[in-house]
């Protein structure tokens, strides 16, 4: 069911929940993303956050009727201490970051989150400057079992670089 090479947001959010039963949800980063309007259909406990309150006007236009999202416009590498939650989203975020920077972060998330769906660009999709930390995939599963965290599958969301780990 999920082995196309990428998958649609409304994919990623049945086989997220299929297999995690998340019940919050805070999406680190998050941007303009649907896949968390999708979330707010469903929960009442989703929260996104970003450094850019931009977002927040795209996100609220695609919210249906009797959706609830938080936002929250703070750059969340400053944060002391994150939101607990079951599942923790950071999507196309980590290539902004050095590893001096990513990696405490990464840290307080693995702590405060059952789950973490995580992706970052893949070395072909790097277009930008801006982009300080491209690793390949071998390279960030070993960054993630080094902070205790377990893969439990490779999700093509946003592209081949998808992931979903569990706390161990």
Known sequence: MYTKNRISEKETF???DDLTGFKSVVSYGCGVS????L?????????CIDRDDVN????KACLKPNSWLKFECVDFMEL???KSCDLAIFTEVAQLYPDDILIPFLQ????????IFFSSHPE?????????NIKKPEAWLQVFKS???NLITRISYPHENGFLFERL
């Open 14 to 16: 049945l086989m997220l």
């Open 124 to 132: 072909s999709l790097s277009v930008s400057e801006e982009e300080v």
């Open 39 to 47: 979330f707010a259909e469903k929960f009442k406990d989703v929260t």
């Open 56 to 59: 927040w006007y795209f996100i």
């Open 147 to 149: 902070l205790g965290m």
């Open 80 to 82: 002391e201490s994150l």
């Open 108 to 115: 307080k998330l693995c702590r405060s989150s059952k789950y």
């Open 34 to 37: 649907s896949l968390e309007v």
